[in-house]
């Protein structure tokens, strides 16, 4: 199945599976998504809240919502992971809430081909999922906090957005389709 996609490791062409970033607010699934794309293409998966500095895990833990300037490290941390990955060949999708429009250009600026994948959730859901998740840093009081910050990728970025109470297998199956079709684009 990966290499119907043109996905995996690099291939005589030189190519490497694509550039992924799940993105979007606590409790919308990105590591779930994530992990499960990654499988289905055979790339690297980065789980970006384990990148977070253990200050800003701190941060969060207490209920404080992270500045620009505190995002900024692990932004370049997420953002050089995915670049390590596509220099190995393999692919990489990280989830990464990705939250404002100056930290995905600062992703992109790592790996310029990175594509995002926002996962639309309310922010009653978010809170509910949120709310129930154990052993997790982030508590549900940061839920509106991270809806505040939010700005969904524009129309000029490469994005794709959906829905986060899909089932997963139909959410993997529409990125798959999402990358399939820019891959295609591309190579015209």
Known sequence: MEAER????RGSGGQSGPAVVVM??????KSLVGAALAKAIGARFIEGDALQPSENVARMSRGEPLTDT???????????????????????VAACSAL???YRDRLRRCEPSVVFVYLVVTPREARRRVTGRRGHFMPASLVDSQFATLEPPGADEAALSVGAE???????AAVVEFLALRRSQLSQ
Not at 6 to 9: I, M, N, S, V
Not at 166 to 172: A, K, N, S, T
Request: glycine content about 24%; charged content about 25%.
């Open 100 to 102: 404002k429009r100056i």
């Open 24 to 29: 979007g607010v606590a409790g919308c699934g």
């Open 70 to 92: 505190l995002r900024a490290g692990w932004l370049d941390a997420v953002g050089q992971s995915i670049r390590a990955a596509m220099l190995g060949g393999e692919g990489a």
């Open 166 to 172: 899909r089932p997963l297998d139909e959410i993997v």
């Open 6 to 9: 043109g996905y995996g490791r």
